[in-house]
């Protein structure tokens, strides 16, 4: 199976949306903690998908596909680590489409993202798991993440 990723076009946006909008209204982990983001419904994903095309300096989205079926998605967003001295990567968003989990297209999502940021010269990806999501937290682990121990915090403006 030849899983092929790429980062979000105009022509690929309602790929990104669709997959996009079934994470976050369907993920149990996602919907526990989505007051607090101000979860703003489809509205703020084709706003959010917009802001991605006009200001790809902030970021981009990560879709893999197979047969030019999108199957998969996630979210990059750039910042700047005082601890590291550089541009960094937050990982958000991570989904991969029902049919399809089990199969490494995670896994293929996070090492050809992996070496579009190394090609970047961005030296860090940072993300958060859900305290409750021993999967995802295995997951991420297996891709040589490690944990903080600190939790994450919002606050809503």
């Given at each position: ?20 909008n079934q994470f976050l ?45 999108p199957v998969g998605v ?79 915090l919002s606050c809503l403006?």
């Amino acid at each position: 199976m030849m899983i092929e990723c790429r980062r979000m076009t105009q022509e690929s946006r309602n790929d990104a949306f669709h997959l996009i909008n079934q994470f976050l209204s369907e993920d149990e982990y996602y919907l526990d903690s989505s007051s607090a983001y101000g979860d703003g419904g489809s509205l703020a994903i084709e706003k959010a998908l917009e802001l991605f095309l006009q200001h790809p300096e902030l970021g981009f989205v990560w879709i893999a596909g197979y047969e030019n079926q999108p199957v998969g998605v996630c979210i990059i967003c750039f910042g700047i680590s005082t601890s590291i001295g550089s541009i960094v990567a937050k990982l958000d968003d991570v989904f991969v489409a029902t049919p399809w989990q089990n199969q490494g297209v995670g896994s293929t999502m996070i090492t050809s993202l992996k070496a579009e940021l190394r090609r970047l010269n961005i030296p860090r990806i940072d993300t958060s798991v859900h305290l409750q999501n021993s999967k995802a937290r295995k997951f991420y682990e297996k891709h040589k993440f490690v944990p903080l121990n600190e939790e994450k915090l919002s606050c809503l403006l």
